[in-house]
């Protein structure tokens, strides 16, 4: 039999001309977050990429959950109504999803390269995304009419519906790897009041590089981490229920716990979830994804950002967007980002030490960040604001030693920030600690699913034990008397920059 070589078309333009591959980012905010006076990471993460070079990158943010509403509703009692239902069941997360797939429907092309972005349920969609693109792929541009199938196909946990999806990816749809995907605290119930999950969203065979920064002191119940998990065999697929189903579920819940046969007593119930074989397309690239969890001081908003408002000199959160940015930069996933941004939110010098850990005896002058620029790498463009700032960490050795010394300074005031806890400081989230929820977990002797229905009351997560934990090196430098909430084996645990 004769085989036949595809050769993947060059890009073009829409002139026929040839037209280098770009960097597509897209950054996906919290809950009921929006651009303000207290910005999350993701807004911060936003505002350091370079944005003027469409040829070259190309970026969009999507504001928290929470904080979309469909056309029409725009009375105050309405919005007020639809923010409350948002929180509550996650009523727009599709919509989210699928704003996100639209915007690369309409400007991905051949070799561009992805990055995803996002914090607590915008970490979620950002997932999510990934997982319907591995599930489904990349419909063409201006497709809109698919994208309702597409989507009840995606969602669906049905065992039949994995050969229907592999073969409408190869109809379709495109295969779109994922360069690079960073989220900050990523929440496994993306519904205050009810439990909603997207197939994928855990494990994802197109994703290069995963980088997951984690609150160590999260423990309200409806905040519990999505971790990265490992794969059992077969691609984990978490069902997702429709509206009435989760109410008449709800209902049947309520209605056990309450039982007076059963003593009106917690009945704590183990379940194993349901896996899935998800039939791969032949051109789907998988890789064995380059996966880092690293676990901060601190609670959700903490480690994520929009607990302290922007005028504020130090915040806790800004140690894990400089080490996301650092991660990015480390992954050579071909990232712009703006020289004298970097310099406004002081992370410049910190990332210059990636490429210049210690000046030792290497020849020539010392590089700086702003000469990393190589083909096919991360790159910092200069501004106007920046170029001053280029010109003096090039300068004499002993003034970058000062600014070392004050960037040294700087993360120490940084550390010694206070925790903002909302169980203090909003008692009314103690009213879902004494709720039954249902958590499920990943055995770490079989990588086998669990589930249990429990009273929470406040505790602290539960860090997974099938690797040691790696702690961010900020950790350490807190106050000695500092100890987390999360719990784990203390002693396991290895610190990392």
Known sequence: MTSVSVVPPTPKDSLGLVRKPRTIVLCFDGTSNEYGTENT???KFYSLLKKDKTDEQICYYQPGIGTYFQPGVVSPFLRWWATGLDMAIAWY????????YKFLMQNYNVGDKVCIFGFSRGAYTARALAGMLL???LLSKDNDAQLSFAYKLYKSNNPDSGPIAAGFKRTFCRSVPIEFIGVWDTVASVGVLTRRSLPFVTTNTTIKTFRHALALDERRARFRASYYHRPNGEAVQAPISHMGTMVRDAHSRWRRFFSKDK???LKVVHDMINDHRLPQAN???????DVKEVW???CHGDVGGGSTPDTDDFALSDIPLRWMVKEAIQA???????????????????????FNPRPSSSKGKQRTLHDFTMPGRIKVERSSAGAADNASASGSSGHSEVQQT????????????PIHDELKRKPIWWILEVVPTKYTWQRSSSNKWAAEWSIHLGEGRGVPDNAPPLFHESVRRRDIKYKPRARYEPGTEVYVD
């Open 41 to 43: 990471n993701v807004v």
């Open 93 to 100: 997360l599709s919509q989210h999803v699928l704003d996100g």
């Open 135 to 137: 599930k489904i792929g």
């Open 263 to 265: 003593g009106r007593s």
């Open 283 to 289: 051109d789907d690239a998988i890789f064995k994804t």
């Open 296 to 298: 901060f001081a601190g």
């Open 332 to 354: 050579q996933c071909g990232l712009l980002f703006d020289s004298g941004e970097l310099s406004r939110n002081n992370i410049s010098q910190s990332i210059a030490d990636i």
């Open 406 to 417: 004050a960037q040294s300074e700087r993360d120490m005031s940084e550390v010694m920030q």
